[in-house]
């Protein structure tokens, strides 16, 4: 039974060394699907990750990609990408979204962010609901892939959340 004010708790396993050998550890958390809300009559919810130095740069790469399987049919209508500490002067952070389903591998030419990456440079959130060129159609069971793509100058010790708003068919 759908309930709007429900948190959907997801599990998930987070390397926090960003690559294959790192150490793994599973997590229990509503921070990648949060509660879904009632809005003009279609439900809305977010669909996110957080990327965690915990002391160094925070990496770059592939190996930073996080996927998360889509629970519903919407349209993406928004970005947000924020710090628990300001970007510095001189500090940025990328993050590219991608999209894929079974019939086809999660690739840079699944690209759904166009030239829109949600990007920081001096600010501690950045909030987009125009979304220029994005491809903003999801289904059920779509594979949604953030990673990052650049950083300068961005401290492990800052969080950086990225999350999506998606109005549900």
Excluded: H
């Excluded at 996110?48 to 790469?61: E, F, N």
């Excluded at 909030?127 to 950083?151: H, I, K, M, P, R």
């Amino acid at each position: 039974t759908y309930a709007p004010s429900t948190t959907i708790p997801t599990v998930y396993l987070v390397n926090n060394a960003g690559n294959w050998a790192g150490t793994w550890q599973l997590k229990v958390s509503s921070d990648f699907m949060s509660s879904s809300t009632a809005m003009g009559g279609l439900a809305t919810t977010t669909i996110g990750v957080t990327y965690d130095g915990q002391g160094a740069l925070i990496t770059t790469g592939l190996s930073t990609m996080r996927c998360i399987v889509s629970k519903y049919a919407g349209t993406i209508n928004s970005f947000t990408i924020q710090t628990d500490q300001p970007v510095s002067s001189n500090g940025s952070i990328e993050v590219v979204v991608l999209k894929a389903n079974g019939s086809q591998p999660v690739a840079d030419t699944n690209k759904i962010s166009a030239n829109d990456n949600p990007t920081l440079s001096n600010q501690s959130i950045v909030t987009d609901t125009t979304l220029t060129g994005w491809t903003t159609s999801l289904a059920v069971g779509d594979d949604v892939c953030f990673y990052v793509t650049s950083t300068v100058a961005v401290v492990g010790t800052t969080v950086v959340d990225v999350n999506l708003g998606i109005k549900q068919n």
